[in-house]
């Protein structure tokens, strides 16, 4: 019996020992951060669809989602970059405020550019232009979530991702009561479309305040949030950064632009159809959070002195697998109860099939995780803008025709090809596993 249980504690050693390094450790906050964030989000949009009307929450829904598409514009790709370049700058608190001087000052810009060609891009929002209470909350928003990809992202880099879930888990928390506090106040002539979409843009920028005036200066000595642009810093990693910026941009708009591609597609009926769509899109994206977050914390390891790059992929691929092939089976058995909780019968008979048919996205969705960090270990980042180009391409292309076509189910069945078709094409350009290589000098200006 000795021997039998010494084995055990051994193994639960290793166990211990491997959860306790920065490479899972960093992948669980991050993994952490996208559950608590969907999760806590659930019953948010729980308490949403049982106090306003799906139309309501519809549109605010589109709104917030564009808002993030152009917000991902705003950051051209410095988040990616501080993973990889951070490390190694003689200056951090320097590089860190010039990626958030550049992704503020577009943070303005865009938005309103948005508000005032709204006309333009999508009519059925025009309700934006009868207040000017819209404007600020949208710049305000707008700003905020040009931030918060770079602050996480810094945090994950100095190996402390669990900042990035703590400021995840402050905004997740927030955020669920106000909808109740909200449909008090905006009733009237700005609608319970303001006050789902207040709900969201509060709680979010009181966590980023938080994450850039408390967190980050722990882990960050000297850091404090303040406009500066220090183009020597900026230059080594900006090229790498604008790839990235450029694959993520042209990437995030087979997932962003969804609701706005339902709502203008569906007619009277699209805005509902786009509540549901995301409530389904939601809870699929529980399992691409799993490579989402192992391939992360995987580059930000490949980034450090010394790494041990070929056996920090294993590892990562391993608990991957471990976690994902239980919550496909899951997700495909439990999608009618959990669409369930969300009161309206049409999340379930709307919603359901999209939702099984969006979780077998995850297994093109890993395989391009491991290809792409692959691609990103080695600085390269064409085939990335490759891959997003095909991905949206066939999602709003493909997901076109088979919404009008099918309904939900084929802008489903859209968005899982879309991700199967990027995998050949980034399966030939990353090549074998990166092997370890020495560390590359800091980045100091001239």
Same mark, same amino acid.
């Given at each position: ?10 193994? *639960?050693? /290793? ?105 333009? @891009? ?14 600020? +909350? ?16 810094? *945090? ?6 669990? =900042?990035?879930?703590?400021? %995840? ?15 008090? @106040? ?70 962003? =632009? ?10 009277? *009926? ?5 509540? #549901? ?26 980034? /450090? ?39 309206? +019968?049409?999340? %379930? ?15 093109? %969705? ?8 692959? %691609? ?43 991700? *199967? ?8 350009? +990353? ?7 020495? #560390? ?7």
């Amino acid at each position: 019996m000795g021997e039998p249980s010494g084995r055990v504690r051994r193994l *639960a050693g /290793q166990v211990w020992g491997e959860v306790r390094g920065p490479l899972y450790r960093n992948a669980i906050f991050i993994m952490l951060s996208s559950i608590i964030g969907t999760g806590l989000g659930f019953f948010f949009w729980v308490f949403v669809f049982r106090v306003y009307r799906p139309d309501d929450a519809g549109f605010a829904i589109t709104l917030v989602q564009t808002l993030a598409f152009l917000s991902g514009i705003a950051t051209l790709g410095l988040g990616v970059g501080l993973i990889r370049y951070l490390p190694e700058t003689d200056d951090r608190p320097a590089l860190v405020n010039s990626a958030l001087s550049i992704a503020g000052l577009l943070g303005i810009v865009l938005p309103i550019l948005f508000v005032f060609g709204v006309g333009l @891009w999508s009519p059925k929002l025009s309700f934006i232009l009868d207040s000017p209470v819209y404007l600020v +909350a949208i710049v305000l928003t707008g700003m905020a979530y040009a931030f918060a990809p770079i602050l996480d992202q810094a *945090a994950i880099a100095m190996r402390r991702a669990d =900042l990035s879930t703590l400021r %995840v888990l402050i905004f997740s928390l927030v955020k669920i009561p106000l909808p109740l506090l909200f449909v008090i @106040w905006f009733s009237g002539p700005l609608g319970g479309r303001f006050g789902v979409y207040l709900s969201i843009a509060v709680a979010f920028g009181i966590s980023v305040l938080l994450m850039g005036f408390v967190f980050l200066p722990r882990v960050i000595p000297g850091f404090r949030p303040r406009p500066r642009l220090s183009r020597r810093r900026l230059r080594p990693m900006f090229m790498f950064s604008v790839g990235n910026w450029v694959a993520t941009v042209i990437g995030s708009g087979a997932v962003l =632009l969804l609701p706005l591609l339902i709502v203008n597609t569906l007619g009277s *009926a699209g805005a509902a159809n786009a509540a #549901f769509f995301y409530a389904a899109a939601t809870i699929a994206g529980l399992l691409y959070i799993i490579p989402n977050a192992t391939m992360t914390s995987f580059l930000a390891e490949a980034s /450090q002195q010394n790494a041990q790059r070929r056996r920090d992929e294993r590892r990562a691929i391993l608990l991957s697998l471990g976690l994902l092939a239980p919550g496909v089976i899951g997700m495909w058995y439990l999608a009618g109860p959990l669409l369930a909780l969300f009161a309206d +019968a049409g999340y %379930v008979t709307s919603g359901a099939q999209p939702l099984r048919i969006l979780s077998l996205a995850s297994i093109p %969705v890993f395989l391009n995780g491991i290809f792409g960090t692959r %691609v990103r270990i080695r600085k390269q980042t064409w085939p990335l803008i490759a891959a997003a180009t095909l991905e949206t391409a066939v999602t709003l292309g493909l997901g076109y025709v088979l919404l009008e076509q099918v309904g939900l189910d084929g802008l489903a069945y859209a968005f899982v090809a879309s991700q *199967a078709a990027a995998t050949p094409l980034l399966w030939l350009t +990353a090549g074998a596993p990166v092997e370890a290589q020495p #560390f590359e000098p800091a980045l100091v200006p001239p």
